[in-house]
């Protein structure tokens, strides 16, 4: 064999390492299966709803991520133990989630049986999103009281559209959602449909 057939043909064999690796690489990256995102959320006028909407929208546009969406006595045990990541949205009331979140979370244990011991919902991403009447009406308390009850169940929490969470002020002086919140919420769904993928697929490598 010449050195120049020698030279061409190991080129060849070069490129063709760098291909196999290359389509190794990219498929590592791929998130494995569907990343299953639940929204849950407790609303009476409405307001609340439409940011679980946003939530799921932005969850939506993620590629490979499976979204939910349900009020929060509508959930079931199965339904929870199959997502990969679970946000919450409450109106907020006298500074804290709303008791049907509340007795959303009590759940677990009184209507679910889940072990506390078993931490059934562990390392699963948990998130949050609130609405109330005015700017300070205990946002940001009501998102840790969210949170501290994921916390407690070994769930790993995140954040989104906001340093907590994603939240509105729905009260005379700004009626509704608005377009700048609902923005918020879209942020918060893709960040935790993005987290979930990410940890899914560390978790199965």
């Not at 998130?31 to 849950?40: E, F, Q, S």
């Not at 990969?84 to 709303?98: E, R, T």
Request: glycine share 12%; with cysteine; proline share 2%.
């Amino acid at each position: 064999m010449n050195k120049r057939k020698f030279l061409k043909q190991a080129g060849a064999a070069s490129v063709a390492a760098g291909l196999v690796l290359a389509s190794r690489s990219s498929q590592a990256q791929a998130p494995g299966g569907d990343t299953k995102v639940l929204i849950v959320y407790h609303s009476v006028t409405g307001n609340t709803e439409k940011m679980a909407k946003g939530v799921a929208e932005g969850a939506n546009g993620v590629s490979g991520a499976s979204v939910g969406l349900k009020k929060v006595g509508e959930v079931t045990a199965d339904e929870l133990l199959a997502c990969d990541a679970l946000v919450v949205g409450s109106p907020i009331y006298f500074a804290n989630m709303a008791s049907e979140v509340k007795a959303f979370f009590d759940s677990w244990a009184l209507k679910f049986h889940f072990p506390f011991t078993e931490y059934k919902m562990r390392n699963k991403i948990g998130a949050a999103f609130v609405t109330g009447a005015s700017i300070s009406n205990g946002k940001e308390t009501t998102m840790q009281s969210i949170h501290a009850a994921m916390l407690i169940n070994q769930m790993s929490v995140v954040s989104g559209g906001g340093a907590f969470g994603a939240s509105a002020t729905t009260g005379p002086d700004s009626p509704g959602v608005d377009e700048k919140e609902l923005g918020a919420a879209r942020a918060l769904g893709k960040r935790v449909a993005e987290f979930a993928a990410i940890t899914k697929r560390g978790s199965k490598s």
